[in-house]
């Protein structure tokens, strides 16, 4: 089976003129089961979340509101820098990738849906290690 990779989802958009609706569906526009959710709001400006990788956790990211760069790297040593800025795009991020949310827009919602509960032990927080952990 081919090694999973960071991609971009196009999640459906119920177009309406009171307003547009947009829902997921666990195995469907998500591709795994959906054990957790969490959003990250007020971030304050210039301030950066994540740097880790998840031992086994995968996860989708939306820009519930607003918009914030995802810079992912998944040990080839290129980042790549994903711009969310549109609620109706989710970003699908495999286990064992190094990701850091960046450049918070004032009032911006990041919206991640989990494969797994919390878990601390499920966190890579040295990049040497991950790095290890990868070969
Ligand atoms: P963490 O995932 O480390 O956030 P970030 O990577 O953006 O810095 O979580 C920060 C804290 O929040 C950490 O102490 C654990 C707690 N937390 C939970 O209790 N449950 C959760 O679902 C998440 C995501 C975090």
């Known amino acids: 089976m081919a090694t999973p990779v960071c991609k971009l989802i196009?999640?459906?958009?119920?177009?309406?003129?009171?307003?547009?609706?947009?829902?997921?569906?666990?195995f469907h526009h998500i591709p795994f089961k959906i054990s957790r959710v969490?959003?990250?709001?007020?971030v304050p400006g210039g301030e950066v979340r994540g740097g880790h990788?998840?031992?086994?956790?995968?996860?989708?990211?939306?820009?519930?509101?607003?918009?914030?760069?995802?810079?992912?790297d998944d040990g080839s040593g290129a980042e790549q820098i994903y711009h969310l800025n549109r609620s109706y795009k989710g970003l699908y991020v495999p286990k064992m990738t190094w990701r850091q949310?960046?450049?918070f827009s004032t009032n911006s919602v990041a919206f991640i849906l989990a494969s797994l509960?919390?878990?601390?032990?499920?966190?890579?927080?040295?990049?040497?290690?991950?790095?290890?952990?990868?070969?």
């Open 101 to 103: 949310l960046r450049h």
């Open 38 to 42: 969490y959003w990250i709001y007020d």
């Open 53 to 72: 990788a998840y031992r086994n956790l995968e996860e989708v990211i939306i820009a519930l509101s607003g918009s914030f760069d995802v810079a992912v």
């Open 117 to 135: 509960p919390y878990n601390a032990e499920d966190y890579i927080y040295d990049y040497n290690e991950f790095m290890r952990l990868l070969k």
């Open 10 to 26: 196009d999640l459906p958009i119920v177009a309406d003129p009171r307003g547009n609706l947009t829902f997921v569906e666990e």
